[in-house]
Nanobody, 122 residues
Framework: VQLQASGGGLVQAGDSLRLSCAASERTSRYVMGWFRQAPGNEREFVAAIKWGGDRIYYGNSVKGRFTMSRDNAKNTVYLQMNSLKPEDTAVYYC?????????????????WGQGTLVTVSS
């Protein structure tokens, strides 16, 4: 599966942004995840949705602010990011893995998009 992330940009603290990840195949076949990586940091888990869509997982640093969703008809997953903070600045990647959901480690995911940069100014 090929993944194309988009929607990044420069925003101010407190603003909202929505990222999209378009897949070349039905996203309902995969566990879909969002990760981010800031300069000098390891890749961090942001969110994941199980292939059946019945459960969504979030990283502790984004719980209550970010919402992941999927539109199976469009083969697209989204990451709605609210109340953005400067520490959310990173390159955001979408990823896919064959079921079942194996946890939040980026090493579990086999397919990756190219990343989209989110910069949050204070």
């Amino acid at each position: 599966v090929q993944l194309q992330a988009s929607g990044g940009g420069l925003v101010q603290a407190g603003d909202s942004l929505r990222l999209s990840c378009a897949a070349s195949e039905r996203t309902s076949r995969y566990v879909m995840g969002w990760f981010r990586q800031a300069p000098g940091n390891e890749r961090e888990f942001v969110a994941a949705i199980k292939w059946g869509g019945d459960r969504i997982y979030y990283g502790n640093s984004v719980k209550g602010r970010f919402t992941m969703s999927r539109d199976n008809a469009k083969n697209t997953v989204y990451l709605q990011m609210n109340s953005l903070k400067p520490e959310d600045t990173a390159v955001y990647y979408c990823a896919a893995d064959v079921p079942p959901y194996r946890g939040s480690s980026h090493t579990e995911y086999d397919y990756w998009g190219q990343g989209t940069l989110v910069t949050v100014s204070s």
